[in-house]
């Protein structure tokens, strides 16, 4: 029996393979989810300018230190400022301004008075509690300073750091973009969800479930209908799909049998390699390029948990290195498992799991059969234990490694 691959020699096969797609200016909303290909540094500072941060009174701290309910201080109202309007710029000692949130204190302010604080007087003011000196008055650059280092070139862009960006002025950032990942499904047994279902045939869950894992790591998913067990249609299907490719997945026809078309119509090609790896599900495999861009194929076993597993090890990774997104793999947490597993020798065996946390620590429990034709099972879990090739069996209560499924990382 051929050797099998062990899954850490392949993923470094891939990731030697697969190379970072070049970034460019996005606009902040496309950048959503990329991870930045750039330093940000702040073009200006925030606040831009000392500005109220109350409706109110911009004053003089000086004339109202003394203000109280027993006895109030009465100023002149000599302007009215409005947040985004310059209106007065200086303010005289002994006269006060209405000011509003956010409008740009005049010099020689050096206090606001809210309005709850006040007779709310439109000529002039009747002030009964005294602010502190500066109180409410946000001084220009206390929250980020012009040549601040904001954001580090890797990290991955959410709201708060778009809002942030916007905030500061910039209207792109430059990223990496999403992949596109083409995902084809082969069977000649496969109907599409929605259509009549014969005796022999089964609906296309594959390509669903691939397509919708790339999703959810970042890529731009296309899913082709299904390509029967014809290698030469397979073919053309396939070069249709590269001119929109980054990535190509398919699924099904890379194990023994006579109808195995993925392995037929590339094997002559040399530049896909196909064999098996040690991991269970997920051992028949085969990965390469393909086409004039050398566009990187990963050819999954038909099995739907194989092709999920092998998603999940072998894809994920290089569509976060296409993105520039660190770690490549999603990372192994421990849990205590709650009841025994068994495993075959000589295989990484993936195990459908539950993951619970309380305050008596992470506890994981396995799902269903090893059966990999059980979605059912794969549906009802969130988290896959890794054993260990060399790891035959593992009792309850011992300390496991753990992939969660619906984390972000
Ligand atoms: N003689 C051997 N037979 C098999 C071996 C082996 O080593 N020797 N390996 C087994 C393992 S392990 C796996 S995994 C499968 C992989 O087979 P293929 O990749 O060639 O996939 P198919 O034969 O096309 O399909 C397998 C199975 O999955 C169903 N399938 C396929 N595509 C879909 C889809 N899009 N949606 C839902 N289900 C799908 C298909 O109907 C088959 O039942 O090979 C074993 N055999
Ligand atoms: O490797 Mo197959 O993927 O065991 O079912």
């Known amino acids: 029996m051929p050797e099998l691959l062990p899954v850490p020699d392949l993923v470094e096969r891939i990731l030697a393979t697969v190379s970072p797609l070049p970034d460019f200016p996005q606009p ?179 390509s669903y479930l691939l397509a919708a894992s790339a999703r959810a790591a970042g890529a731009i998913a296309y899913r082709v209908g299904i390509v029967p067990d014809d290698p030469r249609t397979f073919t053309d299907a396939l070069s249709d799909q590269l001119v929109r490719a980054d990535l190509v997945v398919t699924s099904g026809g890379v194990s023994e049998g006579d109808f195995d078309v993925v392995k037929e119509a590339l094997s002559s090609l040399g530049s896909v390699w196909f064999g098996g790896v040690a991991m269970q599900p997920g051992k028949p495999q085969g990965f390469g390029t393909v086409g004039d861009d050398r566009t990187p194929i990963f050819t999954l076993p038909g099995n739907p948990v194989s092709a999920y597993v092998s998603f999940e090890t072998f894809v994920l990774p290089a569509i976060r290195r296409m993105m520039g997104k660190l770690p490549y793999s999603r990372p192994l947490t421990r849990a205590r498992l709650t009841h025994p597993i068994t495993s075959p020798p000589g295989r990484q065996q993936m195990v459908r799991a539950s993951y619970d946390s309380d305050r008596g620590g992470a506890f994981v429990t396995p799902v269903g059969g090893h059966g990999s034709h059980l979605l059912g099972d794969l549906a009802a879990s969130d988290a896959i234990v890794v054993v260990p090739p060399e790891t035959t069996g593992i009792s309850a209560g011992e300390m496991v490694q753990v992939l969660r499924l619906d984390e972000d990382f």
């Open 28 to 206: 902040l909303m496309e950048a959503l989810g990329l991870a930045l290909a750039e330093d940000v540094e702040a073009p200006i500072s925030l606040p831009g300018f000392d500005n109220s941060g109350m409706d109110g009174y911009a004053v003089t701290y000086a004339d109202v230190a003394t203000a109280s309910e027993e006895t109030p201080v009465h100023l002149p109202v000599v302007g009215e400022i409005g947040a985004g309007q310059g209106g007065l710029m200086a303010l005289s000692p002994g006269t006060a301004a209405k000011i509003m949130t956010g409008a740009p204190v005049p010099a020689g302010c050096d206090a606001i008075v809210p309005y709850e604080w006040t007779d709310r007087g439109v000529a002039k003011v009747q002030i009964s509690r005294a602010p502190g000196r500066g109180q409410h008055i946000r001084a220009a650059g206390e929250d980020v300073t012009e040549g601040d280092l904001l954001l580090e070139h890797g990290t991955v862009l959410g709201p708060r750091h778009l809002g942030l960006l916007a905030a500061v002025g910039r209207a792109t950032v430059r990223c990496r973009p999403r992949p596109r990942v083409v995902v084809i499904s082969t069977g000649s047994e496969l109907r599409e969800p929605g259509s009549p279902l014969g005796r022999d045939s089964i609906y296309d869950g594959n």
